[in-house]
């Protein structure tokens, strides 16, 4: 499978506890990027990596929130203190196209007891 | 960012043709894109068509774009079943640092037999 893979799938923890998302993407693609996804909405744009440099940040991104891309290669996201608020889906996706054209992954479904 | 709209839910019989509608706000968008999302699956990338282009056609897939309405729209022919799923469109433009892309709500197409 060459598609983006994202780990785990599912994860459920109590709040307060913090929790970490993996996402691996296509190997020659540069372009990194993280989005939130909660019931009935889009997906919405939280954080971006151009090789292993963090560019962009959405100010959806609390300070509660890290990501970090070492070596430019998998990028992985934190929540400290997890709130019932955080609950989501949280999808990653890539891309190295001239049309900027994004593949994502699966998807890490986050829920906040 | 700009909002992104479309009708919330849609219904064809199978064997009808699907049109889902979009409207964007940000008249510098370059690239616009249409997404597809299964129950609990990340997002599949249909199609995408450039600003300067009216027209593209993919097999069942038409993109129509109206640059003067920002009007966008998608075009299913022979639908069946399977497509039943959740379509986002999605916009990108410059401005956007890192070409983060800017989604609507979804619409939800309901095929019937």
């Known amino acids: 499978d060459t598609g983006v893979s994202q780990d785990p799938r599912h994860k459920i923890t109590k709040r307060g506890q913090n929790v970490t998302f993996r996402c691996d993407p296509i190997s020659e693609h540069n372009r990194l990027y993280w989005y939130r996804q909660t019931l009935g909405q889009g997906p919405e744009f939280l954080t971006y990596?151009?090789?292993?440099?963090?560019?962009?940040k959405s100010r959806l991104l609390s300070d509660r929130f890290s990501a970090e891309r070492p070596k430019g290669s998998f990028s992985t996201l934190e929540i400290q203190r997890t709130e019932q608020g955080d609950s989501a889906m949280y999808l990653c996706a890539d891309s190295s196209g001239t049309y900027n054209e994004q593949f994502f992954g699966p998807g890490t479904r986050l829920t906040v007891l | 960012g700009e909002d992104v709209e479309q009708s919330l839910f849609l219904s064809v019989r199978e064997g009808d043709s699907s049109v889902i509608n979009c409207t964007y706000t940000?008249?510098?968008?370059?690239?616009l894109y249409w997404y597809k999302q299964e129950p609990g699956a990340g997002l599949q990338l249909l199609t995408y068509i450039f600003s300067n282009m009216d027209m593209k056609q993919d097999q069942r897939l038409t993109v129509l774009l109206n640059k003067k309405d920002k009007h966008l729209s998608l075009r299913i022919a022979d639908t069946q079943t399977g497509d039943s799923a959740i379509y986002f469109c999605?916009?990108?433009?410059?401005?956007?640092?890192?070409?983060?892309?800017?989604f609507g709500k979804g619409t939800s197409l309901l095929v019937t037999p």
């Open positions: 990596f151009q090789n292993e440099a963090q560019l962009e």
């Open positions: 940000d008249s510098s968008s370059t690239y």
């Open positions: 999605a916009e990108i433009t410059e401005s956007n640092s890192g070409y983060a892309l800017n």
